[in-house]
Nanobody, 112 residues
């Protein structure tokens, strides 16, 4: 059973940066991507970015392209989300996902 633990959230001013981490323990499935989602207050959970373990194929939501970068460290079984030029609309709880497993989330608050 895979377990995912996110970290790195916090409060930041608009234009600032944060780096989120998602540490995976247990068996991960090379055929399934690692994904970041986010859920803002009162809104549906939405896709942010994804990266595959095998060939590092990457996909971003249009809303974060050019500002966020997803990466992975296979040796550490960890996926990162570097978030630059943060905006108040990026405020949300960010979740890591692998196959049907979700982390507990880490909160990101961006002040204007």
């Amino acid at each position: 059973q895979v377990q995912l633990v996110e970290s790195g959230g916090g409060l930041v001013q608009g234009g600032g940066s944060l780096r989120l981490s998602c540490a995976a323990s247990g068996r991960t499935f090379l055929g399934y991507a690692m994904k970041w989602f986010r859920q803002a207050p009162g809104k549906e959970r939405e896709f942010v970015a994804a990266i595959t373990w095998s060939d590092s194929s990457i996909v971003y939501a249009d809303s974060v392209k050019g500002r966020f970068t997803i990466s992975r460290d296979n040796a550490k079984n960890t996926v990162y989300l570097q978030m630059n030029d943060l905006k108040p609309e990026d405020t949300a709880v960010y979740y890591c996902n692998h196959k049907d497993v979700w982390g507990q989330g880490t909160r990101v608050t961006v002040s204007s």
